[in-house]
Structures are given as structure tokens and as C-alpha cells.
């Protein structure tokens, strides 16, 4: 199993060179979403997480000197951050230095890409509600892993372990790298066709997930950096954010 936090590393380890050129134009906090922007135009998103700030202060104390600072220093959250609200500053930071190459981009609705038939096992780690009637709809068993109870009934943790160990395709929420989860999750798969990784937070650099079993990536490219930064500054989130975004699908070639 890979130690908690690798791919974090890996992603701060990655782009680290790049974020030591760029200056941090704008940073937003939300209700829902954190956005940044950087001094050449690129715009990342990250996801707040309902219990982001437990167990901190919830205030940022060097709020008012981000934006100028080097996106090195926001950068460094992935790694140093005390919290997931930091470290989700420390991934918008990293979305917004990753460079999506458009020629092997996208723009379709992930399950597209799946091939999804009658009878297989698919474990859906995070609630994708607009995905859960189409999965359904192909004839496959969906089974729904979920920490918030505000949103669905929890499974136990022998039904959470079986969903994953028997599932032909594992559909994982990109905030499994904000609750440090992303790696237990996988290493607790049987041996599934497809893993995808999934969500506006997902970073679309295959490199970081070599060596795992991840086949493909789902993610956003802002469209629309004004607008997507004024609505998460106005506290919306993912369907007021979905005009301006463009969602892709990446595959990592593993």
C-alpha cells in the first residue's frame, strides 16, 4: 500500500519547478469550492470539504498577501498543509499549473467511456448523483460508498470492503486526495478493468498515478476564470460552476 499523502508529494514534487515562475493573481474561498489564479491565466479549482477546517482555526490568517505571493508557497499546502481546506488551496494551486494538452482532451460525460454491461460491479466512492440513474440504466450493480450521512446511508466497513474487493469498475472522488484517502481506497480494490478518478478537483497529470491501478482521469478546465471565480466567491457550487467549465476525461495509460 502506498503511504498516506503519496500522491500529494508526487503532485507538489511534480509541478514545483513550474509554480517557482508563476505569481498568485487571485485566490477564492467558498462555500464549496476553492479557486486560484495565476499570473498566466491558468485557473485550478479544489473542493471544499463540509469538515475542512475541524479542528483549526477557520480563519486564514495570511488572508489579504496571496494574491502577489508565489504559487510555490500556495503549492507547498499539498504537502504542509494542517487541514483540507489548506490542502485543497495547495490542489487549485496545482490544477491551475497543470497544462491539459487540448489534442488529447475531451469534452463528454465520463460513464461514455466506461462500457458499462448488464451484471458488472460498479463501487462509486462519493456521491456522483447526476451519474447514479445512468449507471443504473445500463443493467450494472451500483454501490455507493459515502461519508457524509447527510447525503446517503452509510455503509459498514465490511460492506464498504467488499463493494471495492468485487467491483469491476471503481469510480473515486477527487476529494479522496483531500481527506488523505485516495491511497487506502485503492489499495483495497480486488482487481477491477477501470479506475477512474473523479470530479472538478481531479489533477489531469497522469504521471502522479503511475504504478497504480488508476486507468483514467475526469476532470474540469475553467472556461471561464472570471466568472467561476465570482461564483465561488458568491458561495455556489457545482451546477452554478458547470457552464464555465469544461469537463474532460483523460486516460493515464495504466
Not at 490542502?87 to 490544477?95: H, Y
Not at 488523505?180 to 473523479?198: N, Q
Amino acid at each position: 500500500m502506498l503511504k498516506q499523502g503519496t500522491f500529494l508529494n508526487r503532485l507538489q514534487e511534480r509541478l514545483e519547478p513550474a509554480a517557482k515562475t508563476r505569481r498568485v493573481v487571485d485566490l477564492r474561498v467558498g462555500l464549496s469550492y476553492v479557486g486560484v489564479k495565476l499570473d498566466h491565466g491558468g485557473t485550478g479549482l479544489a473542493a471544499v470539504l463540509p469538515d475542512a477546517s475541524s479542528g483549526c482555526c477557520t480563519v486564514l490568517p495570511a488572508a489579504g498577501r496571496y494574491a502577489g505571493s508565489s504559487a510555490a508557497d500556495l503549492l507547498a499546502c499539498l504537502s504542509e498543509g494542517r487541514n483540507a481546506l489548506e490542502r485543497a488551496m495547495g490542489l487549485a494551486a496545482a490544477n491551475a499549473l497543470v497544462e491539459a494538452p487540448p489534442d488529447i482532451l475531451e469534452d463528454r460525460e465520463a460513464t461514455t467511456y466506461f462500457g458499462l454491461t448488464p451484471g458488472e460491479k460498479v463501487a462509486m466512492v462519493g456521491l456522483f448523483s447526476p451519474l447514479v440513474k445512468r449507471i443504473r440504466a445500463t443493467g450494472a450493480t451500483l454501490t455507493v460508498i459515502e461519508k457524509n450521512p447527510g447525503r446517503l446511508a452509510l455503509l459498514d466497513p465490511d460492506q464498504k470492503q467488499q463493494a471495492l474487493r468485487d467491483c469491476d469498475v471503481a469510480m473515486i472522488t477527487a476529494t479522496t486526495l483531500l481527506n488523505v484517502t485516495l491511497e487506502e481506497t485503492l489499495a483495497a480494490l480486488g482487481s477491477p478493468r477501470l479506475v477512474a478518478v473523479m470530479g472538478p478537483s481531479t489533477p489531469l497529470l497522469p504521471a502522479i498515478f503511475s504504478g497504480t491501478p488508476v486507468t483514467h482521469l475526469g476532470g474540469a478546465v475553467v472556461a471561464d476564470s472570471a466568472r467561476v471565480l465570482q461564483i465561488i466567491s458568491e458561495g455556489g457550487g457545482t451546477p452554478a460552476l458547470r457552464p464555465y467549465l469544461r469537463f474532460v476525461n483523460r486516460m493515464t495509460g495504466a
